[in-house]
């Protein structure tokens, strides 16, 4: 079983749409938590760090359950610059960080 | 400029070939990371190093081996590569929030 898992999707949707991500992962002791973008044949660049109070940027809104070990990822209002591959990443300790195989998003005129 | 350069940004191999890829980092910071990433599995650290004298193995160092010349550069070699090497390799660095990646190495191993 891999460290973090994602949906692979693809999530295909119509601009405007919310659509939502989920990822769970394994390792209880993780410390920190990401959502990366990674735009095809591009690098991963940070989307916005997960908090456990929840948190939201513009359109974007991250939400952490340690309970249950998963984080979310909410896409309000969907552009079609949107469309990409969204990576969740956790952080055992010291910067060593796992990453999800990703989930991608195509979002549709 | 790029804060995180990578060469070559593509390379084609041989099996048992020596091959090097290096990373250059202009942002100042100590850590250093390789990843390699494959369809379906996602980014796997390789090694990583939090300063010049510190090396560490990731996830997945069985094959390769790494060298940090100065904070600022960090190489990794493949001493004989083989076929399943073939992937997209990606350097990092890192403040203590966020991992700015290189633009990647595609390597194909023959």
């Known amino acids: 079983r891999k460290e973090v898992e994602q949906d692979p999707g693809p999530f295909n949707v119509p601009e405007g749409a919310t659509v939502a991500f989920n990822c769970t992962y394994s390792?209880?002791?993780?410390?920190?938590f990401f959502w990366y973008r990674q735009d095809c044949r591009k690098e991963p660049k940070l989307l916005m760090s997960?908090?456990?109070s929840g948190n939201e940027d513009g359109r974007f809104t991250a939400q952490l359950n340690r309970a249950s070990q998963y984080i979310s990822l909410l896409i309000r209002d969907s552009k079609l610059s949107d469309s990409a591959t969204y990576l969740c990443?956790?952080?055992?300790?010291?910067?060593?960080?796992?990453f999800g195989a990703g989930t991608r998003l195509t979002v549709k005129p | 400029d790029a804060d995180v350069t990578q060469t070559p940004r593509n390379r084609i191999t041989k099996t048992g070939k020596r091959i090097m890829l290096e990373c250059s980092q202009t942002?100042?910071?100590?850590?250093m990371y390789w990843y390699r990433q494959d369809p379906g599995l996602g980014l796997r650290l390789i090694y990583y190093?939090?300063?010049?004298?510190?090396?560490n193995k990731g996830e997945i160092s069985d094959g390769y081996s790494v060298s940090r010349q100065a904070q600022a550069k960090f190489s990794l070699s493949l001493e004989s590569a083989i076929p399943n090497q073939t992937a997209l390799y990606f350097c990092?660095?890192?403040?203590?929030?966020?991992?700015?990646f290189g633009p990647g190495t595609r390597l194909l191993v023959l």
């Open positions: 997960v908090y456990s």
């Open positions: 190093s939090f300063d010049v004298k510190d090396i």
């Open positions: 990092a660095t890192s403040d203590p929030e966020t991992q700015y």
């Open positions: 390792n209880s002791a993780s410390q920190s």
């Open positions: 942002k100042g910071h100590d850590r």
């Open positions: 990443v956790v952080n055992r300790n010291n910067n060593d960080m796992r």
